[in-house]
């Protein structure tokens, strides 16, 4: 009878002697297991098993035997797995019972194909792991800020994994310390000591693109946040190709760790580094606005700002006159044409951060200009100071102003100078690079020249390189710097179409970045003929919407023999060129009132006087209407101006 039931219970089953080998199994086992008729008798339990297995199901074999016990099915604390006669796994549940024999003790195994409750099973779990990861969404949506999410997230973890502690662990701005958040049983001081020093170590270690378990090396390291952890699994934050931070999910207990819970926690840290990534783009945002609002309010500035120097600048000229033979007069005035000229450099580097400032660019080879450069530069650095340049004479030429470009040059390598605590190296390099889509959000994709500025010096901190660029802000003690020097280089690249990157360390050092589009070849332009009045009395329209200096450019122009028209705006300038055809230049500011700026009425004044030269200035501009226009309309007078300056652009048009 009892051989009969052996063979219908519909579990397979299997009969073990004390040696672990199989005395007896019945036909559903023989099925299961893919095995003929009594091809199971005499193997090895463990045969039945992965191979990674049969080790530690010998130990448990061991254990059992010594202290045998009714186990049910299900309550074993394993995930047990088959293996089939051909090499195909399978997951089971097993119960166990201890026989008496008239040979022996014995162990009776009821064995049972549970892929498909274990399919549902696992459809389940995916189903609520979903859930939790669109309930980590919406809270991120509800949520005041990314901080609130990061707080709690350790906590909601532990809670869906059942696990013993999370971590979520990201460098501070600074480079130095390492940011810890934690639940369960771990130490975050601890785990932060523990991260600060090995934190490339471990990055380097984990996979880029997935979460992974982590292995006993790894586990080690993280030992003493903890009671010890057998067993965990991790995953890097990602922003683009860079890494940002780790998540660290940790057991105490050898639990194994499934497919679907690593898919969890890569599924989580895509999530928070998306909401991470969207706080640095909304700053970064912010950060730009309120630079552009910068630009904008000091172009302003600057553009009324130059047009007060125009006038004191003339009145000045036209008092030295009057005072030709008194000398002490001639000293005071010509000091303060000397105070001038530092306010008209002041406008122009308040010009370059509102990238205003004409450009004329060109295609350059760099090799040259750095290495010309470097001479110049390491004879100003002193002794103390060791200026090493890289660049190789294959690269290609960049599409910028040389002369800008060397300004910022020396702008940048002062201030590297600046940061080095009384002597040190300076590295000046220069590479191209390739800029794909979405890689730099502050840059169209391209070819660029990346010229970089390196310093081992003290470093910035987070909130200074964040208003490194702003006009007027600096770190230096009063008289040593206006915190102009960065402003200037930012607001160049900018109009160059490149960018400036900073990045720095607190206490390790700083590399300054400048992008600049590589030069494409491109036609040049024909400048129209200029027709040439001959004559010392020669008719000049003045065309400024601002009286103080319009007075001022008519006073220059009549004391020098010329006849003058005055206009305040374009449409008086195109009546007065109708009833003057003698006009022989007309001589515009860039910005006038109204709708209408100096470059369309020049055109519009050259379809009613064809042979008419055009002379324009401005001391708030945009510079690439300038370049694209001037060649056409005119040569361009940067204010404020000198009377020299203007007299000779004007003899150099109507000669």
């Known amino acids: 009878m009892l051989p009969q039931l052996f063979d219908i219970v519909p579990d397979a089953l299997l009969l073990v002697d004390a040696e672990g080998r199989i005395s007896r199994a019945n036909g559903n086992a023989e099925r299961l297991f893919g095995y003929g008729n009594d091809g199971l008798v005499g193997l090895a339990v463990e045969a039945l098993m992965p191979t990674d297995a049969r080790g530690r199901h010998l130990q448990h074999r061991l254990g059992y035997m010594a202290s045998p016990r009714v186990r049910p099915m299900g309550q074993s604390d394993q995930v047990l797995v088959g293996q089939k006669a051909n090499g195909q796994q399978f997951p089971v549940e097993i119960a166990l019972s201890p026989i008496e024999t008239a040979h022996g003790r014995h162990f009776l195994a009821s064995v049972r194909d549970i892929s498909e409750s274990q399919r549902v099973r696992q459809a389940l779990v995916r189903a609520s792991y979903d859930a939790f990861i669109a309930r980590l969404g919406q809270m991120a949506l509800d949520a005041g800020s990314e901080q609130q999410l990061v707080r709690a997230l350790p906590g909601m973890l532990i809670d869906e994994l059942k696990a013993d502690a999370v971590a979520l662990a990201f460098p501070e701005s600074d480079g130095h310390a390492i940011d810890v958040r934690v639940a369960g049983q771990i130490n975050g001081e601890a785990l932060r000591h523990i991260l600060s020093s090995r934190w490339d170590l471990l990055q380097a270690s984990l996979p880029a693109d997935r979460a992974t378990i982590l292995d006993d090396g790894q586990l080690e390291l993280l030992a003493e946040a903890g009671d010890g952890f057998a067993c965990g699994a991790a995953t890097l934050l990602r922003d683009r190709d860079h890494p940002t931070g780790i998540l660290m999910v940790l057991s105490a207990d050898a639990r194994p760790i499934q497919h679907d819970i690593l898919h969890l926690i890569q599924g989580v840290a895509?999530?928070?580094?998306?909401?991470?990534?969207?706080?640095?783009?909304?700053?970064?945002?912010?950060?730009?606005?309120?630079?552009?609002?910068?630009?904008?309010?000091?172009?302003?500035?600057?553009?009324?700002?130059?047009?007060?120097?125009?006038?004191?600048?003339?009145?000045?000229?036209?008092?030295?006159?009057?005072?030709?033979?008194?000398?002490?007069?001639?000293?005071?005035?010509?000091?303060?044409?000397?105070?001038?000229?530092?306010?008209?450099?002041?406008?122009?580097?308040?010009?370059?951060?509102?990238?205003?400032?004409?450009?004329?660019?060109?295609?350059?080879?760099?090799?040259?200009?750095?290495?010309?450069?470097?001479?110049?530069?390491?004879?100003?650095?002193?002794?103390?100071?060791?200026?090493?340049?890289?660049?190789?004479?294959?690269?290609?030429?960049?599409?910028?102003?040389?002369?800008?470009?060397?300004?910022?040059?020396?702008?940048?390598?002062?201030?590297?100078?600046?940061?080095?605590?009384?002597?040190?190296?300076?590295?000046?390099?220069?590479?191209?690079?390739?800029?794909?889509?979405?890689?730099?959000?502050?840059?169209?994709?391209?070819?660029?020249?990346?010229?970089?500025?390196?310093?081992?010096?003290?470093?910035?901190?987070?909130?200074?390189?964040?208003?490194?660029?702003?006009?007027?802000?600096?770190?230096?003690?009063?008289?040593?710097?206006?915190?102009?020097?960065?402003?200037?280089?930012?607001?160049?690249?900018?109009?160059?179409?490149?960018?400036?990157?900073?990045?720095?360390?607190?206490?390790?050092?700083?590399?300054?970045?400048?992008?600049?589009?590589?030069?494409?070849?491109?036609?040049?332009?024909?400048?129209?003929?200029?027709?040439?009045?001959e004559g010392a009395r020669q008719t000049i329209l003045v065309v400024e919407d601002d009286p103080g200096v319009r007075r001022i450019a008519v006073s220059f122009l009549q004391a020098a023999g010329y006849v003058t028209l005055e206009a305040s705006d374009a449409a008086e300038a195109l009546a007065i060129a109708r009833r003057h055809p003698e006009t022989a230049l007309v001589f515009s500011d860039v910005m006038l009132g109204g709708a209408t700026n100096g470059h369309a009425l020049a055109s519009a004044l050259r379809g009613q006087l064809p042979g008419l030269a055009v002379l324009l200035t401005t001391g708030h501009d945009d510079a690439p209407e300038i370049n694209a226009d001037t060649g056409h309309c005119g040569t361009l007078l940067r204010k404020p101006y000198r009377r020299e300056d203007l007299l000779l652009a004007v003899q150099q048009l109507i000669a």
């Open 270 to 533: 895509v999530l928070v580094a998306a909401i991470m990534q969207r706080r640095r783009t909304a700053e970064q945002l912010a950060h730009a606005q309120r630079l552009d609002a910068l630009g904008q309010l000091t172009g302003g500035i600057a553009h009324d700002f130059n047009n007060l120097l125009t006038i004191i600048s003339g009145s000045l000229q036209l008092l030295d006159d009057e005072y030709a033979a008194h000398e002490g007069a001639r000293d005071l005035i010509a000091g303060a044409l000397h105070s001038v000229a530092r306010g008209a450099s002041l406008t122009s580097k308040l010009l370059a951060f509102a990238r205003r400032q004409p450009l004329a660019p060109q295609s350059v080879k760099l090799h040259q200009l750095v290495h010309d450069l470097g001479t110049m530069l390491q004879r100003t650095l002193g002794e103390s100071f060791s200026l090493t340049i890289e660049c190789h004479r294959g690269l290609p030429p960049a599409h910028v102003d040389p002369c800008q470009l060397e300004t910022a040059l020396v702008n940048v390598v002062l201030n590297a100078r600046d940061a080095l605590p009384g002597n040190g190296e300076i590295l000046l390099s220069v590479g191209e690079q390739w800029v794909s889509p979405q890689e730099m959000e502050e840059l169209q994709a391209g070819h660029y020249i990346v010229i970089s500025i390196t310093d081992h010096g003290m470093g910035m901190s987070a909130s200074t390189a964040r208003r490194a660029v702003e006009p007027f802000f600096t770190t230096k003690s009063m008289g040593q710097g206006n915190g102009l020097g960065l402003s200037m280089v930012y607001g160049f690249t900018r109009q160059s179409r490149g960018m400036l990157h900073i990045d720095t360390v607190h206490g390790r050092g700083t590399t300054v970045s400048m992008y600049l589009p590589v030069a494409t070849s491109q036609p040049e332009r024909s400048l129209p003929p200029r027709h040439r009045v």
